[in-house]
């Protein structure tokens, strides 16, 4: 290691700027990183509920006319969505009227067994980011639906951006001067 004592005052100087340089770049590169993922994540919890919206205008008669066939249907469209991990079409009384689970078809440990609308939505529990949007039919609640996606998407794009930074930084270190 260097001893600073042998530096000449431009040296010391240099490092010492290449250092808060290497801090400035690391809080931008957070700051941005971190600005990115929630931006992200509000979007896809904005796909979340618009699909939600999708899947709840069409169960609507299915919920009306008391057709679990119908509904169960409708809320198979989730298979559509890869990072979709389980779904739901809750009662107004909280119980579930259908459910949807991606892989196993017993495991439903990505429900809660009754739903409560209480509290913000979207939201994350369980690690997943989870909507939920009322059903209305003449402007009566008849039912709710739940859709939980696991965070694989926002974990990719914190991935690439975490990949990048890491490069950038490397190639500044190996760009320091002489010395």
């Not at 600073?4 to 941005?32: D, H, Q």
């Not at 909280?94 to 409560?116: E, I, N, Q, S």
């Amino acid at each position: 290691m260097l001893s600073l004592e042998n530096l000449s005052i431009g040296r010391k100087l240099t490092r010492l700027s290449m250092i808060v340089s290497l801090l400035a770049l690391l809080i931008a590169c957070g700051s941005f990183v971190a600005y990115e993922v929630l931006t992200f994540q509000r979007h896809v919890a904005d796909q979340l509920d618009a699909h939600a919206a999708v899947v709840g205008i069409n169960a609507t008669p299915a919920l009306l006319f008391n057709d679990r066939a119908a509904a169960r249907e409708t809320l198979s469209s989730l298979r559509a969505m890869s990072n979709v991990v389980a779904g739901a079409i809750y009662l107004t009384d909280g119980t579930a009227f259908v459910t949807y689970v991606r892989g196993f078809v017993d495991d439903d440990t990505h429900l809660p067994d009754r739903f409560d609308s209480s509290g913000s939505w979207p939201r994350i529990e369980d690690g997943r980011l989870a909507v939920a949007r009322r059903i209305e039919s003449d402007g009566k609640p008849i039912g709710t639906v739940y859709i939980a996606s696991d965070l694989s998407l926002v974990t990719r794009r914190l991935q690439s951006y975490a990949a990048i930074t890491f490069v950038i930084l490397i190639l500044i270190l190996l760009l320091k001067p002489e010395g």
